[in-house]
């Protein structure tokens, strides 16, 4: 199985702010990586797919990059909204899997 | 409006079974790709189970595998899990996802979730 970890597990930040998210695959994925954003109590929101595809209605101050194994999520500049926690999730292969999270907290 | 709606959640013995169902609007269903994500309290997230877009291949996570059965109802635009030998670890919101595209398991809808306990 593909491992993702994410980095950090956590992170506190100001609104205004950019916010950077790591997510690292234990092999390579090409762009096949997704990013999901979490609220409590609420299903995931598809974000970007394709490791740098903004999704239909997602605000542009969320971008994506990378491929093979490692990949960036930027927000720049947090807005209330944001605070949440953040998944990356990788399509290449099966089991499809997901990275363990970020919480994204206000300072 | 895509609308995907879970049921059929609740509180199982181990061993036992449940049946989930995903119920889908606003969209063709039949066209698209769908899988069951699910998510422990107070974890991360699941993949469990998936149809492939291309050629309407099941796929299962190890962890279920040979104990839950995905199929689908075109006619009735409904999605199923069938979930056998239910074990503690099974426990979690169980959401049902849209993938975005037929050739991309990127889930680009998701319903509410639907709540299985196993004790």
């Known amino acids: 199985d593909i491992q993702m970890t994410q980095s950090p597990s956590s992170v506190s930040a100001s609104v205004g702010d950019r916010v950077t998210i790591t997510c690292r695959a234990s092999q390579g994925i090409s762009s096949w990586l997704a990013w999901y954003q979490q609220k409590p109590g609420k299903a995931p929101k598809l974000l970007i797919y394709?490791?740098?595809s903004l999704q239909s209605g997602v605000p542009s101050r969320f971008s994506g990059s990378g491929s093979g194994t490692d990949f960036t999520l930027t927000i720049s500049r947090l807005q209330p909204e944001d605070f949440a926690i953040y998944y990356c999730q990788q399509a290449n292969s099966f089991p499809r899997t997901f990275g363990q999270g970020t919480k994204l907290e206000i300072k | 409006e895509v609308q995907l709606l879970e049921s059929g959640g609740g509180l199982v013995q181990p061993g036992g079974s449940l049946r989930l169902s995903c119920a889908a609007s606003?969209?063709?269903?039949?066209?698209?790709?769908m899988s069951w994500v699910r998510q422990a309290p107070g974890k991360g997230l699941e993949w469990v189970s998936g149809f492939s877009g291309s050629d309407d291949s099941t796929y299962h996570a190890d962890s279920v595998k040979g104990r839950f059965t995905i199929s689908r109802d075109n006619s009735k635009n409904t999605l199923h899990l069938q979930m056998n030998s239910l074990r503690a670890e099974d426990s979690a919101v169980y959401y049902c996802a849209k993938h975005r595209t037929a050739g991309a398991w990127y889930f680009d809808y998701w319903g509410q979730g639907t709540l299985v306990t196993v004790s």
């Open positions: 394709g490791a740098s």
């Open positions: 606003g969209f063709t269903f039949s066209n698209y790709a």
